[in-house]
C-alpha cells in the first residue's frame, strides 16, 4: 500500500511537522464538527498536502476491502472499460482500483482509461504528479468536466466522500450525464451520509441496477428509518510506519475506520447468495460485532430471509476454534461477507453458527 515515504517528494508542498499536525487537524475539523467549512480545502496547496500524505493512503484501504467482498467484478473485463474517478482529490480511489486490479492481474488494463476528475486544480496538479511518480504506464486524464460516452466502451464510476459533500438532488442530476453501467460508492460512516445513501439506493434499484453490495438482494434494507441505526463499515486497517507517525502527530486514529461502501452495476450477479454445500449454509454480511465473551463470538449479520433482508443475531462458540482462528476472528471487520452453517435456534431468536467462511475474493 502507498507508503508517505514515497509520496513525500511528489507533494505539491514540503510540511514540517508542526505543518503537517495543523493542517491535519484543520482537515480533520472541517471533516467532522466543521463541516460548514468542507468547501474550499482542495484550493490551499498546504491542505491538499496534508491531504494526500495522510489521508489518501489510508482511505485506498477502504475500496479493496469493498472490492474483496464481491462474487466477481461488477463489469466484464475483457472489453474496453473507462474509469471516471468523480470528485477524485489527489486520486485516492482511481489510484487504489487501479492497484486493485494490477494485483489481480487483469489483462485489459492496457485498454483501461482512467479519467481523473475535481473541480479543484490543485487537487487535479497532486493527482497528476502522483500518476507520474507511481503509475507512469496508466492511461489517465485530468480535468473539471465529465468526457462523453463512447460507443462500445462500459463506464464504471467511482464516487470517493462526494454524494455527502453534494446532495440527493445533484447526484441525481450527475447520473443522467455520467449514465455508467456500474458504480463505487466510499462514503463517511455517519447517519447523514446512511440517510443520503439509502435514497440513492433506491433511486438506482428504481433506474435499473442491482446493489452488489453490501446488501444480498435489492429489497428493503432492515435499518432504515430505525432510530440511532444505520448500515456502514468498519475497517480494521494497517499504517506503514510513516503514516501512522503522522496520526500520532496529529493525535488522530487511522487504524479503525468507519465508511459507508456501496457497489451497483446493470449487469446481474451471482454466487452471493449463499454456499450450498451443508445443510442449512446461510451467507451474509456482517452488521455489527458485539463484544465477545470468554466462551463465544456475538454479531448482527444482515442475510435474506424468507420475509426479506433482515438482521439476525448470532453467537459463534469458541471451544472448537483454534487459537489461532480466535485471533483471526477477532480482528475482521463489520462489512465482511461471511457464510455460516445454523447449528441451533436459540430461545431468544439468536442463531447459534459454526463452521464460518469468509465470502471473498481478495
Given at each position: 500500500?502507498?507508503?508517505?515515504?514515497?509520496?513525500?517528494?511528489?507533494?505539491?508542498?514540503?510540511?514540517?511537522?508542526?505543518?503537517?499536525?495543523?493542517?491535519?487537524g484543520e482537515l480533520?475539523?472541517?471533516?467532522?464538527?466543521?463541516?460548514?467549512?468542507?468547501?474550499?480545502?482542495?484550493?490551499?496547496?498546504?491542505?491538499?498536502?496534508?491531504?494526500?500524505?495522510?489521508?489518501?493512503?489510508?482511505?485506498?484501504?477502504?475500496?479493496?476491502?469493498?472490492?474483496?467482498?464481491?462474487?466477481?467484478?461488477?463489469?466484464?473485463?475483457?472489453?474496453?472499460?473507462?474509469?471516471?474517478d468523480f470528485g477524485?482529490?489527489?486520486?485516492?480511489?482511481?489510484?487504489?482500483?487501479?492497484?486493485?486490479?494490477?494485483?489481480?492481474?487483469?489483462?485489459?488494463?492496457?485498454?483501461?482509461?482512467?479519467?481523473?476528475?475535481?473541480?479543484?486544480?490543485?487537487?487535479?496538479?497532486?493527482?497528476?504528479?502522483?500518476?507520474?511518480?507511481?503509475?507512469?504506464?496508466?492511461?489517465?486524464?485530468?480535468g473539471a468536466s465529465?468526457?462523453?460516452?463512447?460507443?462500445?466502451?462500459?463506464?464504471?464510476?467511482?464516487?470517493?466522500?462526494?454524494?455527502?459533500?453534494?446532495?440527493?438532488?445533484?447526484?441525481?442530476?450527475?447520473?443522467?450525464?455520467?449514465?455508467?453501467?456500474?458504480?463505487?460508492?466510499?462514503?463517511?460512516?455517519?447517519?447523514?451520509?446512511?440517510?443520503?445513501?439509502?435514497?440513492?439506493?433506491?433511486?438506482?434499484?428504481?433506474?435499473?441496477?442491482?446493489?452488489?453490495?453490501?446488501?444480498?438482494?435489492?429489497?428493503?434494507?432492515?435499518?432504515?428509518?430505525?432510530?440511532?441505526?444505520?448500515?456502514?463499515?468498519?475497517?480494521?486497517?494497517?499504517?506503514?510506519?510513516?503514516?501512522?507517525?503522522?496520526?500520532?502527530?496529529?493525535?488522530?486514529?487511522?487504524?479503525?475506520?468507519?465508511?459507508?461502501?456501496?457497489?451497483?452495476?446493470?449487469?446481474?450477479?451471482?454466487?452471493?447468495?449463499?454456499?450450498?454445500?451443508?445443510?442449512?449454509?446461510?451467507?451474509?454480511?456482517?452488521?455489527?460485532?458485539?463484544?465477545?465473551?470468554?466462551?463465544?463470538?456475538?454479531?448482527?449479520?444482515?442475510?435474506?430471509?424468507?420475509?426479506?433482508?433482515?438482521?439476525?443475531?448470532?453467537?459463534?462458540?469458541?471451544?472448537?476454534?483454534?487459537?489461532?482462528?480466535?485471533?483471526?476472528?477477532?480482528?475482521?471487520?463489520?462489512?465482511?461477507?461471511?457464510?455460516?452453517?445454523?447449528?441451533?435456534?436459540?430461545?431468544?431468536?439468536?442463531?447459534?453458527?459454526?463452521?464460518?467462511?469468509?465470502?471473498?475474493?481478495?
Amino acid at each position: 500500500m502507498t507508503d508517505f515515504d514515497t509520496l513525500a517528494d511528489g507533494l505539491l508542498q514540503s510540511l514540517t511537522d508542526a505543518e503537517m499536525k495543523r493542517c491535519i487537524g484543520e482537515l480533520n475539523d472541517r471533516f467532522t464538527a466543521g463541516r460548514h467549512r468542507l468547501a474550499g480545502y482542495g484550493d490551499d496547496p498546504a491542505l491538499v498536502s496534508a491531504y494526500a500524505a495522510f489521508y489518501l493512503p489510508t482511505n485506498m484501504q477502504k475500496l479493496p476491502f469493498v472490492l474483496s467482498q464481491l462474487s466477481g467484478f461488477p463489469l466484464t473485463l475483457d472489453t474496453p472499460l473507462e474509469i471516471i474517478d468523480f470528485g477524485c482529490g489527489p486520486g485516492t480511489y482511481g489510484f487504489a482500483l487501479y492497484e486493485w486490479l494490477r494485483a489481480q492481474h487483469v489483462s485489459p488494463l492496457n485498454h483501461t482509461t482512467f479519467h481523473f476528475i475535481d473541480a479543484a486544480p490543485l487537487m487535479l496538479r497532486q493527482a497528476q504528479k502522483f500518476r507520474q511518480m507511481r503509475y507512469p504506464e496508466m492511461t489517465a486524464a485530468f480535468g473539471a468536466s465529465v468526457p462523453q460516452r463512447q460507443a462500445g466502451v462500459q463506464r464504471l464510476a467511482l464516487f470517493g466522500n462526494v454524494v455527502n459533500e453534494m446532495g440527493g438532488s445533484a447526484f441525481n442530476r450527475l447520473l443522467a450525464r455520467l449514465d455508467p453501467d456500474a458504480m463505487i460508492f466510499i462514503e463517511p460512516g455517519t447517519q447523514e451520509s446512511f440517510r443520503l445513501m439509502s435514497e440513492v439506493r433506491t433511486l438506482l434499484l428504481g433506474g435499473g441496477y442491482q446493489v452488489w453490495y453490501p446488501c444480498a438482494k435489492g429489497e428493503a434494507c432492515p435499518v432504515a428509518g430505525r432510530d440511532g441505526e444505520w448500515c456502514h463499515q468498519v475497517l480494521k486497517a494497517s499504517l506503514s510506519p510513516s503514516v501512522a507517525r503522522l496520526g500520532q502527530l496529529a493525535g488522530l486514529d487511522r487504524t479503525i475506520m468507519p465508511f459507508i461502501g456501496h457497489v451497483y452495476s446493470k449487469q446481474n450477479k451471482s454466487g452471493l447468495e449463499g454456499i450450498p454445500d451443508a445443510p442449512l449454509s446461510v451467507s451474509g454480511t456482517l452488521f455489527r460485532l458485539k463484544t465477545h465473551s470468554k466462551h463465544a463470538f456475538f454479531w448482527e449479520v444482515c442475510l435474506q430471509t424468507e420475509t426479506g433482508l433482515s438482521l439476525v443475531k448470532v453467537e459463534l462458540p469458541k471451544k472448537n476454534l483454534t487459537k489461532a482462528a480466535q485471533k483471526n476472528l477477532a480482528r475482521i471487520s463489520a462489512g465482511q461477507r461471511i457464510s455460516f452453517n445454523v447449528q441451533k435456534m436459540l430461545g431468544d431468536g439468536t442463531w447459534r453458527i459454526e463452521n464460518v467462511r469468509f465470502d471473498t475474493t481478495g
